[in-house]
């Protein structure tokens, strides 16, 4: 997953966030582990990867997807007071 500051544009958020790493510690602090990261040698982009095994029933998957939208919301005020 790609977070951004505008969906339209594709802008990023600011670098100083570090929104691949809170994202990853909201969804951990719920018990669900996500991979998080940077392009450009870490200095821009905020993406996350989300692994799970080839096994999973549907309903681990709607855990999952509850989950992140959990971690999301946990953050977006974070992420609006800097924009």
Same mark, same amino acid.
Do not use: C, W
């Given at each position: 997953?790609?977070v +951004?500051?505008? #969906? @339209? @544009?594709? $802008? ?7 929104a691949?790493?809170d994202? @990853? %510690?909201?969804?951990?602090? #719920?018990?669900? /582990? /996500?991979?998080? #990261? #940077? +392009?450009m040698?870490?200095a $821009?982009?905020?993406?996350?990867? *989300? @692994? ?7 309903? %681990? +998957?709607?855990? /999952? *997807?509850?989950v992140? $939208?959990a971690?999301?919301?946990a953050?977006?005020? $974070?992420a609006?007071? +800097?924009?």
């Amino acid at each position: 997953f790609d977070v +951004v500051a505008d #969906r @339209t @544009t594709g $802008r990023a958020l600011p670098s100083e966030l570090n929104a691949h790493l809170d994202l @990853t %510690q909201e969804a951990f602090d #719920r018990g669900l /582990i /996500i991979y998080s #990261r #940077r +392009v450009m040698n870490g200095a $821009r982009g905020d993406h996350f990867l *989300v @692994t799970p095994p080839l096994t999973i029933s549907n309903g %681990q +998957v709607d855990e /999952i *997807v509850e989950v992140l $939208r959990a971690a999301l919301k946990a953050f977006a005020p $974070r992420a609006l007071a +800097v924009m």
